[in-house]
């Protein structure tokens, strides 16, 4: 095991999960590595934490953050979870991350602090327990471009490399990426402890999760569907914002879906530059069950599943339970539509609610599918007026749509003025796009050259920015017949 690390860091960390019933994880030390390198540290995230940038970013610092410390306080940990992957059910848990523990920030709030790629763990299976530097340089941008983006997610503080190989398809450099997270608590936790606890560890793990997420909250006559509610609303308003920014998770499995309503686990996730319904990226996803305009509907059913593990606790008369379950979940498509609908209204500039508003938005959305347009910028394109380089605005039905949409604002009392700021607060300048992210990374990787996601990073820190250095990273790449593809797991 790592030596212990004094606390010049500013750690300041708990073990609150460990409270749990003890089926619910395992300790786990971080697997040393031959000799860690520090490529990226997120200061401006370190700081937030309390942790002090020059005591991580020296060699003490760094050989923590590749798992050969272990920082004062921390009892590392895996966590079990299981899980429905691509609707199977499996037994999963951390098979490569390790929880060091729960940072206590200097505003009092707690986050998961997690290495990602650390070494083996009791739930690896036949995994190496290893990470490739590709893939999580591309968590830490694709995470910190959806925090920019105003987008719940968990968050990169740092990645190191470990200067040892790891084997895939070819010989890749290993990395390690840490994390910090509200918590990693999944809708696969819950289905874990409802199949291997009891009714009484299923009630401990549901009462941590009430108080860590949903303190301040007045639960009610039954907490538990109380907890069910929270944790689909959260969700509802977390896909409505993946659906708005055009961002496609990839693996929408139960152990990827969050009960904080965070976005975790980024792998073969991407943001569509073209809008439509069934993009998908993933080279695994072969059905398109986690299409862009599939996640929605995915959801909703992996909050069914969520609602089932909860059902010993809903009522403890079985067909009572699985009433409240039902009745619950029914109401998620349209709590959905309330929270897509509020975002949609406001990247048209619409501040009160018309009926008709889902027809105005739908309408745009079948012509730009038709079209082909690119989506961020076609809401750019509206919202700067634009006449170069729209090529939807010549359409005869977009000019219709347009005139539609002018009488729609001129029904509200806000000034035009106040339309475009909402407009520009809810339309972002740029996003991830797959080819500069590509170009970020593989500079990064093949020629050891971080300025180019370093300056990626800063474009995608402020969206709403609008500079004139974002407009030169606005451009859709050049359309070809090969389509992105995107790898899981790597
Ligand atoms: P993911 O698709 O990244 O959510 O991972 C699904 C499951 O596979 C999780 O339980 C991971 O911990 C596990 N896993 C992924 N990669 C590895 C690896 N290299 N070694 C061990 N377990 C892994
Ligand atoms: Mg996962």
């Not at 040892?164 to 874990?192: C, K, M, W």
């Not at 907890?227 to 308003?237: C, D, F, Y």
Request: hydrophobic share 35%; aromatic share 10%.
């Amino acid at each position: 095991m790592g030596k212990k690390s004094g606390n010049d860091a500013g750690w300041n960390l708990e073990n609150s999960y460990m409270r749990l019933p003890d089926f619910l994880y395992k300790k786990t030390n971080p697997t040393p590595v031959q000799s860690p390198g520090l490529v990226i540290f997120n200061k401006k995230l370190g700081v937030s934490l309390g942790l002090h940038a020059e005591d991580l970013i020296n060699e003490t610092g760094v050989e923590l953050l590749a798992g050969n410390r272990i920082p004062e306080g921390s009892i590392p940990i895996a966590q079990s979870y299981a899980g429905h992957q691509f609707g199977h059910f499996t037994m999963l848990g951390d098979g490569r991350a390790v929880l060091l523990g729960e940072q206590i920030t200097p505003e009092n709030e707690r986050f998961d602090i997690q290495l990602k790629g650390a070494g083996r763990t009791p739930y690896s299976r036949g995994g190496d327990g290893r990470a490739a530097l590709g893939p999580m340089l591309r968590e830490y941008i694709i995470s910190e471009a959806m925090h920019g983006l105003g987008i719940p997610t968990s968050r990169s503080l740092a990645v190191v490399t470990t200067g040892e190989s790891i084997i895939r398809e070819n010989e890749l450099p290993g990395a390690i990426l840490t994390r910090a997270a509200d918590s990693h608590l999944r809708v696969g936790t819950f289905q874990y402890a409802a199949n291997w606890g009891s009714t009484e560890d299923l009630r401990a793990l549901a009462d941590y999760t009430l108080e860590r997420h949903f303190s301040d909250g007045d639960y009610g006559e039954n907490r538990y569907l109380y907890l069910l509610q929270k944790v689909m609303e959260r969700q509802a308003a977390l896909v409505a914002k993946w659906q708005q920014a055009g961002f496609i998770h990839g693996v929408m499995n139960t152990d990827n879906m969050t009960i904080s309503g965070e976005t975790i686990d980024y792998g073969p996730c991407a943001f569509m530059d073209t809008y439509h319904q069934n993009t998908v990226f993933s080279s695994i996803d072969i059905d398109g069950r986690y299409a862009y305009g599939n996640q929605p509907h995915i959801a909703g059913w992996n909050l069914a599943r969520f609602a089932e593990s909860l059902l010993p606790l809903l009522h403890e008369n079985e067909e009572q339970a699985l009433e409240l379950a039902q009745e619950a979940i029914s109401a998620f498509s349209e709590m959905f539509r309330f929270h897509w609908m509020k975002g949609m209204r406001a990247k048209l500039g619409i501040f009160n609610e018309e009926k008709k508003d889902i027809a105005l938005v739908e309408t745009l959305l079948r012509m730009m599918q038709k079209h082909q347009a690119d989506y961020t910028n076609t809401f750019l394109a509206l919202t700067f007026n634009w006449q170069e380089n729209f090529e939807l605005g010549s359409s005869p039905e977009f000019k219709e749509w347009y005139q539609l949409w002018q009488e729609r604002l001129a029904r509200q009392e806000e000034a035009e003025a106040s339309s475009r700021q909402l407009m520009r607060d809810s339309n972002p300048a740029v996003i991830p796009r797959n080819h500069q992210v590509e170009a970020a990374l593989s500079a990064a990787v093949e020629d050891g050259d971080y300025h180019v996601m370093e300056r990626l990073l800063h474009i995608l820190s402020d969206p709403y920015a609008h500079t004139d250095e974002q407009s030169k990273f606005a451009a859709p790449p050049v359309k070809t017949s090969i389509p992105y593809r995107t790898y899981c797991g790597t």
